[in-house]
């Protein structure tokens, strides 16, 4: 009864993101990068130089640090013939939009969230205009993807047991898989990683305050030390295979810095742990 509830509630979200997407899926329109990476083919494009040779146009990709997207781009270029074709690769973003929300509702569920208020907080996730321009955005698909490696990669070491054994090295290895796959398909997206992160550390406190129980310090300082490990691990891999200029993926920890010292204290002012600590 409870998986049938679940896919009940699954199918209902999918029947609203469908619905608000509609307009997406409905018209023909591009933007400009969509025409000029996918479409010299169906009209002249002025300022498209890179398809003319396929060897630049995967190093353009090596070099701004995003190898999978170009991969990505290249295969949506075999694949869509005219501009038709685009409400196609449009739907599939929306499916991945709708699996985000698969991923964010589960999650919810499982800090002991109700299933309406698990629906509610990842509709409402979902429904950010960031998402709406992957969907109008063709070869914006990647921050999809990177969010959906991203969050996998966090919940595969979220209950993993801190210690020396084969399942830990396992969950570990997968994690690292995962947010090269992320990096490596749009770095900015991979951010998403902080998201899981922080509400872990809030139920954590959380629970320390109304369980009395010790703090989960492994789970406070592995996932960030598996993060960072990897985003230099993912530099080493770009600079010295793909040839990168190194500038997109440097500049992670500066974003990681400015989310954390700006964009962080300033959500604070709108939800105050402090007192939400003992109601949640």
Known sequence: MLEKNNFLLYLACLSILVFSYSPNLQFNFLYSDDYSYL?????????????????????????????????????????????????????????LIWFIFIILYLYLVDKKFSKFESFFISLS?????????SVSWLTLQQSL?????????????????FKNSFNYYFRTSLSILLIIFSLFLYP??????????????FFNFKNKIQSKTNLNFNLIINPPIIFFSTLFLSFLILKFYFNSSGSIEINQFKKFLWYFLEIFPLSINFFYPSKSIYYI
């Not at 996730?125 to 321009?133: E, G, K, Q, R």
């Not at 990177?146 to 209950?159: A, C, D, P, R, T």
């Not at 900015?188 to 550390?201: K, L, N």
């Open 39 to 95: 479409f010299p083919k169906i009209g002249e494009s002025k300022d498209f130089k890179i398809q003319a040779n396929l060897d630049s146009f995967f190093e353009y990709f090596y070099k701004i640090g995003r190898p999978l997207t170009g991969y990505l781009i290249f295969i949506q270029n075999i694949l869509i013939e005219n501009i038709e074709h685009a409400k196609i690769f449009r739907f599939f973003s929306v499916v």
């Open 125 to 133: 996730t979902l429904s950010l205009p960031v998402f709406n321009l």
């Open 145 to 161: 993807l990177s969010i959906i490696f991203v969050s996998l990669s966090f919940l595969s070491i979220k209950n993993s047991p």
């Open 188 to 201: 900015v997206a991979s951010m998403f990683f902080f998201v899981f992160y922080f509400i872990e550390i």
